[in-house]
């Protein structure tokens, strides 16, 4: 397996042949968040390549009374689901192993830098790090396979497609179906907790590996999943206002057993990363299908979010319900995911103006001194203050591998749109 894909680097080498240098001095955030991107991850990847494990994050405690103030909770009512930290790591850069939800991030991030810059050692790295992930394609036990899979070896087809790879998305996307339940018309999220059938809006995220095992063979019946499961989560996880639950659970008959939150501020409170993943989601669905209701929810979702932020540089809190304080804390990933869809949702209406000046807006500040790492520091990451699961005490404040992502993600649908190469 490895030496097929390391075939891939000649091919994908010859994509980048022919690049011209973009100096609009307007431009310079861009070319700022690239080469601090490139600065870090060859660090990182330098540091990690050995250990068989991926970067995540940065392990860090919480402090119990933000977490009350933040929650607007009594100790009493959660203490007991927060993580236990080591704290002797504390600080220190957090690596995952490859069956965690997050392993296909770190070489997703690894095929967009290497396809915006043409860094032969991070085309190495890319392949690399993808191929630690060859044993996924027999994992069963999450819906996260589309952002595992699709992310690394999905990112690896579009930059080089290779014969050697179809079948990795295609087994992993079997496996991704069997959690379909045809009476709920849903694919189960997690198989941990009380809920009878969980599915949390995360799992729009998997939907892309769906369609993409049913482009490459032929067989519409992973498509149809897809689509089932993105037309029943629009009719049971949305309030009014088109904000989302985050988790929805359904009795086998398929009504719906509660609906709640895991990682947001309450049950009715609109989770920022959760808000992202729907909006993309959607966005996602509408390209694929060109149901107009999924644009219809797309453009609601992406209302909601831009009339509920209530920061100044946009980057959320990590609830839009969260208090409007000074401590509270941000959600760079849940602004990185946003912006990827939002670019790519204004490419899909008539007047997406308003969608990419909001992205941005994002992603400029993000490419700012008050998100963006310098380079040497932040353990390697690109991007600081994500919020991973802030009521249950893990990852606050400390940077994600999916927010560098997402951030990457973002600025190469923006710099494809403007026109710009580095
Ligand atoms: N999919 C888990 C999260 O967004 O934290």
Partial sequence: ??????????????????????????????????????????RTSGEVAHTGMLPRSIWVGYDMDLL???LERDPATFKDSLRVMPVEKLGERRLCHIYDWTSGFYPGTLWYLYKLT?????????????????????????????FMINCSFGNAARLAPHDSIAPILVQTADNLIAR?????????????????????????MNLDLL??????????????????????????????????????S??????????????????????????????????????????????????????????????????PYWDYDAPDTPETPRDASAASVTASALIQLSTLVSNGEPYLTYAETLLKNLSGPGYLARPGE??????????????????????LNYADYYYLEALKRYMDLKGLTI
């Fill in 180 to 204: 379909f339940d045809p009476q709920i018309g849903c694919i189960r999220s997690w198989d941990f907790g009380w809920w009878n059938f969980p599915v949390i809006i995360d799992n729009m």
């Fill in 378 to 399: 932040n353990q390697g990451f690109i991007l600081m203050h994500s919020t991973g699961s802030l009521p249950n005490g893990s990852e606050i404040d400390t940077p």
């Fill in 118 to 146: 043409g860094h032969p050692e991070l085309l190495r790295y890319a392949i690399h790090f993808t191929n630690l992930l060859y044993p996924v394609r027999e994992y069963t036990g999450t819906h996260d396979l589309g």
């Fill in 250 to 315: 359904y009795h086998n008959d398929g009504t719906v057993e509660a609906q709640e939150t895991h990682q947001g501020k309450n049950h009715e409170s609109s989770w920022a990363r959760g808000q992202a993943w729907a909006l993309y989601g959607y966005v996602s669905c509408y390209q694929e299908t060109g149901n107009p209701a999924f644009l219809k929810k797309a453009e609601a979702i992406a209302r909601f979010i831009m009339e509920r932020v209530t920061t100044e540089d946009r980057i």
């Fill in 1 to 42: 397996m490895k030496k097929r894909l390391l075939l891939l680097a000649a091919s994908a080498a010859l994509l980048f042949t022919g690049c011209r240098k973009e100096t609009d001095p307007s431009y310079g955030w861009v070319r700022k968040g690239i080469e601090t991107a490139t600065a870090q991850l060859l």
């Fill in 211 to 248: 369609f993409e095992a049913s482009r490459i063979t032929g067989n519409p019946r992973y498509r149809e999943v897809g689509i089932r499961h993105a037309l029943v989560t629009m009719e049971h996880h949305f309030r009014p206002d088109h904000s989302s639950y985050h988790v929805v």
């Fill in 68 to 70: 009350c103030a933040q």
